[in-house]
């Protein structure tokens, strides 16, 4: 309890600390008229109160990640606590708040234009097409997901293929809808119940923490039963993704930048609602450490239910909750999902619209691009459960490939700006040994030994870095000539 208790403390002060000190090296111009109202058009561009863009940010980037990713990453031990803690406040709250207040400056560019606008033209036509593939994967697999977890929570009442069909047109009203139409107004019920799981289940923390295994330097390292084929690194980075960096974000953060006021508040944003996130993130997994008489008793649950962090959910909510708490909190858990869902085909809309330069205020031309995206997620429903098991083993790589695409590119910005880079650059190269060394060392990757994959990894973290010093000194040299 004492490890989880100091991790939630440091996280929190580190918000007002780190927080501040990145605020201050992007410094944000108060004065300086946001895209909101220099662009407004009703649909995308809205002003919206810092409260609300708040809470649509927090349910944007809180899909499953640091739910199921959080009590997957606890199999390692409470060594996973340094991830969350780490990673999210010098990874993913710095990669959120930098990608959204770039943006913001950008007009509410999306991300493969802010990429793109710094690592070149061929970078951002890669990205383009990859990230609307990871938008239309977010939104095909978490279809799927939600609607088998209300068939459950509902004992069958309602047929698994009758909630895709809700899910999914409300999905469809999301994308095509102006954003304070039907997410504006949604998603306090979303906040609600997904904020009464987190607290819920911390105050069962608080009463019931059982045989919570402690960080010690006795159990620092790998706890895992499998740990000879899934070494702490890469495969902790890679499993707890979204509950400390997540490239999905990004994607995310310009929508909100389309619909804040004042660049000022783009850290109680941006900065807060990663870190709101991490929180979230670190309860789950102190309760998976906890709930199942410690660590070795949450390996024999997991392992007797096929490492199913759905069914580790549903467990502790209905034996520590009841039954009216056990589904207000799985009402949040599903909740998490459906807030990432929508706005994922909302972001791919954008990106598109944005690549074509095609205006998006009327609704013929949101239903012109909007249309193959749903027609392509159709297509990938249909094709069954077992194909997104297969593209959900590299979907997390994906993931994280793309935050490592997006703290290069802010990195590149802050050196152009003349300012302090170091805050991504330390994050960008540890993050780019974890995804190269991860895609060569996984079984679903290149299998290469040990050996090979981190040296692959540091080699490629090396050139990367050497060409990062190489355009400086270029850049340099060519305002000198000038």
């Not at 995308?44 to 990453?73: C, T």
């Not at 400390?244 to 006021?261: D, E, N, V, W, Y």
Request: charged fraction near 10%.
């Amino acid at each position: 309890m004492i490890s989880f208790l100091t991790a939630l403390a440091f996280m929190t002060a580190m918000y007002f600390v780190y927080g501040k000190y990145v605020d201050k090296v992007f410094a944000p111009d108060k004065r300086r008229p946001t895209p909101a109202y220099t662009l407004a058009d009703g649909v995308d561009y809205v002003p919206m109160s810092n409260k609300r863009i708040f809470l649509i940010q927090f349910l944007n980037i809180a899909g499953l990640g640091p739910i199921f990713g959080a009590i997957m990453g606890a199999m390692y031990g409470p060594v996973v606590f340094l991830w969350i803690v780490f990673g999210t406040i010098f990874g993913g709250a710095v990669h959120d708040y930098l990608s959204g207040m770039i943006s913001l400056r950008m007009d509410g560019k999306s991300l493969p234009e802010i990429i793109g606008s710094q690592l070149g033209w061929t970078v951002k036509q890669v990205l383009r097409a990859f990230t609307v593939l990871l938008m239309i994967l977010v939104g095909v697999v978490f279809v799927s997901g939600p609607a088998d977890l209300l068939t459950k929570l509902v004992n069958g009442a309602v047929d698994y293929r009758a909630w895709v069909a809700v899910i999914f047109c409300y999905y469809i009203l999301a994308t095509l809808f102006p954003i304070d139409k039907i997410i504006g107004r949604i998603y306090p019920v979303f906040g609600f119940a997904l904020l009464f799981m987190a607290v819920s289940i911390f105050v069962v923390l608080l009463f019931h923490a059982g045989n919570m295994t402690e960080l010690t330097f006795a159990n620092f390292g790998n706890q895992h039963p499998d740990a000879a084929k899934l070494p702490l690194f890469p495969m902790l980075f890679i499993t707890v993704a979204c509950g400390a960096i997540s490239g999905f974000h990004a994607t995310q953060s310009p929508l909100m930048a389309r619909c804040l006021k004042n660049e000022a508040d783009g850290r109680k944003v941006f900065f807060g609602a990663m870190v709101a996130e991490g929180i979230v993130a670190l309860i789950w997994a102190a309760a998976a450490m906890s709930f199942f008489n410690g660590l070795d008793g949450f390996h024999s649950f997991m392992k007797a239910n096929n490492n199913s962090a759905a069914i580790a959910v549903d467990t502790i909510a209905h034996e520590r909750l009841g039954v009216f708490g056990a589904a207000l909190a799985l009402l949040g858990v599903i909740a998490a999902p459906l807030t990432s869902a929508d706005t994922a085909f909302r972001s791919a809309r954008l990106i598109i619209a944005d690549f074509l330069n095609f205006p998006q205020k009327k609704l013929r031309s949101r239903i012109i691009v909007s249309v193959p995206l749903f027609a392509v997620c159709i297509l990938l429903l249909l094709l069954g459960q077992e194909s997104f098991d297969v593209i959900w083993r590299y979907f997390a790589w994906c993931n994280q490939t793309l935050a490592v695409f997006t703290l290069w590119a802010i990195t590149v910005y802050l050196s152009r700006s003349k300012k302090n880079y170091w805050i991504t650059l330390i994050p960008a190269l540890f993050m780019t040994a974890v995804c190269t060394t991860y895609i060569l060392i996984a079984s679903e990757g290149f299998a290469l030994p040990p050996v090979w994959a981190y040296a692959g990894g540091g080699g490629v973290t090396l050139l990367l870095l050497a060409c990062f010093y190489r355009g400086m000194e270029r850049g340099t040299q060519k305002t000198l000539n000038s």
